[in-house]
């Protein structure tokens, strides 16, 4: 199940919100809202949330500053605001400090909404493969490397100083003097 969060000051924007995510997602998205953004970071902390939508004007912090937190303790979570601001720099803020993903408009539609939410549902999903896929490629890394680095050691310790190469300015091996001296043929006695 999917997790959403939403917060925002006043309860009747909060409860027409969830009746509409209930009514398009029904048990497939777990819908948690407050009106205190207080109380939602006490719950970021307990929770994970798939997206967080706060309203950008609140009396206790600005929208941008609760994502701000939520950003810091979950740096998964999509995070949207929602607002009836249209003040432009406002939404550059949202979009350069905290990586807002959407910045929706009171009023919305019904249609609008469902489908900018199930955007960001989709948008975490696809971050959360990605970053498994890198967990498993750097995994994977390490488990490589890990060998090659016990192999070298295990090569080291059989013949020390065997895994130190000597590199000359044109990218060739240079052979140790001690070698070459042992490689070198006899002088001949003619």
């Known amino acids: 199940m999917k997790r959403l969060l939403l917060v925002d000051d006043e309860s009747n924007v909060l409860s027409a919100l969830k009746r509409l995510f209930r009514a398009r997602f029904g048990s497939q998205v777990g819908v948690e ?3 205190d953004p207080d109380r939602a970071l006490a719950r970021v902390k307990e929770v994970p949330f798939d997206v967080v939508m706060s309203d950008y004007r609140m009396p ?3 929208g941008i500053d609760f994502l701000r937190q939520v950003r810091e303790i979950q740096p998964q979570a999509v995070r949207m605001i929602l607002s009836a601001t249209s003040d432009f720099e406002v939404l550059q803020q949202a979009i350069n400090e905290i990586e807002v993903y959407r910045f929706l408009g009171k009023p919305w539609t019904e249609l609008g909404m469902a489908e900018q939410i199930a ?6 999903g696809e971050q959360r493969q990605e970053r498994e896929l890198a967990d498993a490629a750097m995994r994977l890394q390490q488990d490589a490397l890990s060998e090659a680095e016990r192999e070298r050691r295990r090569l080291e310790a059989l013949e020390p100083g065997i ?4 590199w000359g300015p044109n990218g060739e091996v240079l052979m140790p003097d001690a070698l070459i001296d042992i490689l ?6 003619r």
């Open 33 to 35: 809202a407050f009106t």
């Open 184 to 189: 070198r043929p006899p002088p001949s006695n």
């Open 163 to 166: 895994t130190h190469v000597d």
């Open 60 to 62: 206790q912090m600005t």
């Open 119 to 124: 955007d960001a549902i989709e948008k975490s």
